[in-house]
């Protein structure tokens, strides 16, 4: 199984954001998309879930085709989106729902499955994320860090081909993240097939199988964590240095 585009092309008004973009992502590891701000790194995970549409190129996943340029109907749409799970940066928690509730909802909802079954599947992501003790508790009496986890047992609860992570702590302070950092990493470790976009340089070089360095709108690099972080190219060298500099503790 493995997300595929041949020549994505996505542009926003005047800016083209990607451009012929080449790229297959197999499942069962975890690909870190790192890169500038305005390098097309959320545009192109928001891509492959198809929450942006690209103007060309074609994308195929666990066996689905769909090709861009023409009017695509919402029922083309579907397949592909229930085959990845998108972990937000801001949690996008229902307010008015229990931690239990919100996890249950999708699978309940949109896929058909049984309550009780679903409550039971919940209670274990909860458990596997660290949240089981907080299953009656409302949003609002969360923590980020414990938003974004429950956040992400919602995702895993739908059963997705791959977990999409867009900035998962870009929100949180520093002890915070570390909480959703353990939890990501543990599903790194379990060969989940997980997607994720990061300007944490650290947990990039942690958690990576494979770095795609993004930069104008092109892959400039593609290949494992040590060759990126011993590259001695100088764009690559000088975005290293630039992320490092920024998430230094002074």
């Known amino acids: ?126 458990g596997k994320v660290g949240m089981a003790d907080k299953q009656n508790a409302y949003p609002n009496r969360l923590s980020g860090g414990q938003s974004q986890r429950v956040a992400i047992a919602r995702a895993l609860a739908m059963d997705p081909s791959f977990l999409l992570l867009d900035e998962p702590t870009s929100a949180l302070d520093p002890e915070l993240e570390a909480e959703v950092l353990k939890v990501v990493i543990a599903l790194a470790r379990e060969k989940k097939s997980l997607v994720i976009v990061t300007h944490n340089m650290n947990f990039a070089r942690k958690v990576a199988d494979r770095i795609l360095f993004l930069d104008k709108g092109k892959i400039a690099f593609d290949g494992d964590a040590e060759r990126f972080f011993a590259s001695r190219n100088e764009r690559i060298m000088s975005f290293i240095s630039a992320m490092d500099i920024r998430f230094l503790k002074f």
């Open 1 to 126: 199984m493995a997300i595929k585009f041949k020549n994505l092309t996505k542009s926003f008004g005047e800016q083209k954001v990607l451009e012929g973009i080449d790229l297959e992502i197999a499942d069962a590891q975890t690909t870190v998309i790192v890169g500038s701000s305005g390098s097309g790194k959320s545009t192109l995970l928001r891509c492959i879930n198809l929450l942006e549409i690209p103007e060309e190129g074609e994308l195929e996943l666990d066996g689905e085709k769909i090709k861009f340029g023409g009017k695509i109907s919402p029922k083309e749409l579907l397949p592909f989106r229930r085959r990845t799970g998108m972990v937000f940066q801001g949690f996008h928690l229902f307010p008015h729902l229990t931690v239990l509730q919100n996890v249950i909802e999708g699978p309940t909802q949109v896929l058909g499955v049984e309550k009780k079954t679903a409550i039971n599947k919940a209670l274990e992501l909860l």
